[in-house]
């Protein structure tokens, strides 16, 4: 018998830039003349068939008039796409028009685009560069920060992927003055969210600057002010990312208000957008705060009134039963030895860490359910 040891010590530097302005096509042109990437001679642009209608040709137009050999593909829009027969059908295409190791992928759209393009881009001939040009808030917010990507199957979302880094991003503030208000608004909930966890200051902003954000059936977008949220929810997504790429633990606390939003997501038929169903996930996660003794109760009101002041129906949805909401609590990721785990704050701004350094606990089911029933009673 004889033994090899292959020695392969990994280091590596998977830095990049975001840029956040507006009407960054000239910018990602600029980068791409410039040397952004190396011995990359074509261009997929990977987008939704309603981001194509506002914004695929024009894109298309710039790069392959600056020279550059592209092609777009268009899968149709909405979280249905982001499957296993949407990455098989696109890497065929890809394959069909001769894509290959010196190929890169630009991800056009927001974040099931992304989630889905950056998946393509680590699997296909083993990994190429890809860029992504976010057009909502929510992946300004959340999706396009962090490298992870996903499609999702029939029995789970999110869970067949990679953690793969784009090139470089580009966060365009104009795209958001197409997006309809519910998609905005489902962005803010996430934007709350590490408000929540991690940034006094900037919750005491939002409270303030809320009217300068959206109404309750318009969106203003105040320029200085949706420049201030897409960079604070950068910073703030990336101080945990960049402490715990591969979320060991504190990665965890991203998941604030995730363990009820994400079954109330799922048992609305997903009638609910993923942040509506978030906020709500925030309110029973602070009420269960208090009632566990982390948070007062004038923290829980001025949580429950910012969301409020966003605009978010924060009932939980008739059609569902507190049984049916913890039944389906089991289904989280988070849940360890067969308990359900929140993620909790221990004040505004803050998030609570257990004894055993974890940023998650477990929470009696009885307890979950005088909340859930407390909360439906007096919606
Ligand atoms: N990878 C991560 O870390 C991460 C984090 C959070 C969410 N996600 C994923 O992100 C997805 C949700 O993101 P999303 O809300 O951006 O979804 P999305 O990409 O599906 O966009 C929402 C809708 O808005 C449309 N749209 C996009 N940009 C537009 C624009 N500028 N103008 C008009 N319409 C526009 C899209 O066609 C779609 O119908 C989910 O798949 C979720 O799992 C991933």
Not at 35 to 61: C, H, M, W
Not at 332 to 337: G, I, L
Request: proline share 2%; with cysteine.
């Amino acid at each position: 018998m004889s033994k090899y040891h292959v020695s392969l010590t990994r280091v590596m530097d998977d830095s990049y830039d975001i840029e956040i302005g507006r009407d960054l096509f000239d910018t990602l042109l600029h980068d791409l003349k410039n040397g952004l990437l190396e011995n990359v001679s074509k261009f997929a642009v990977i987008t939704d068939t309603k981001v194509q209608e506002y914004y695929g040709d024009p894109f298309i137009r710039k790069l392959s008039s600056s020279g550059f050999i592209c092609d777009l593909f268009a899968v149709p829009a909405g979280e249905k796409s982001k499957n296993r027969a949407s990455k098989a059908w696109l890497e065929d295409q890809l394959l069909s028009k001769a894509y290959g190791r010196d190929s890169c992928i630009i991800a056009l759209g927001g974040g099931m685009v992304s989630d889905l393009a950056g998946f393509i881009a680590s699997t296909f001939c083993r990994g190429i560069p890809y860029l992504t040009y976010s057009t909502t808030l929510l992946s300004a917010a959340d999706a396009s920060v962090g490298g992870k990507t996903a499609v999702n199957t029939p029995v789970a979302t999110n869970l067949i992927g990679t953690f793969y880094q784009p090139r470089k991003v580009y966060i365009d503030l104009n795209t958001w003055t197409s997006l309809p208000i519910r998609e905005f608004r489902s962005g803010l909930a996430e934007t709350i969210k590490h408000a929540c966890m991690q940034d006094y200051e900037f919750f005491v902003y939002l409270e303030q600057n809320m009217n300068r954000i959206l109404t309750a059936d318009r969106l203003i977008l105040d320029a200085s002010v949706c420049e201030h949220l897409a960079l604070k929810n950068c910073e703030i997504k990336y101080g945990v990312v960049e402490k715990d790429e591969k979320e060991s633990n504190l990665r965890q606390i991203l998941n604030l208000g995730h363990t009820a939003g994400r079954a109330i997501e799922t048992l609305s038929n997903y009638e609910l957008l993923h942040g509506e169903a978030i906020a709500i996930g925030l309110v029973i996660q602070a009420r269960l705060a208090n009632k566990l003794g982390y948070l007062h109760e004038q923290e829980v009101n001025r949580i429950t009134q910012l969301l409020a002041l966003a605009g978010f129906n924060l009932n939980i949805p008739h059609s569902i039963t507190p049984k049916e909401l913890i039944d389906k609590m089991y289904t989280d990721k988070k849940v360890r030895s067969g308990k359900i785990r929140f993620v909790f704050q221990s004040g505004i701004g803050k998030v609570k860490q257990f004894d055993d350094g974890s940023f998650s606990v477990p929470v009696e089911e009885q307890i979950i359910y005088e909340i859930l029933d407390e909360m439906i009673r007096m919606s």
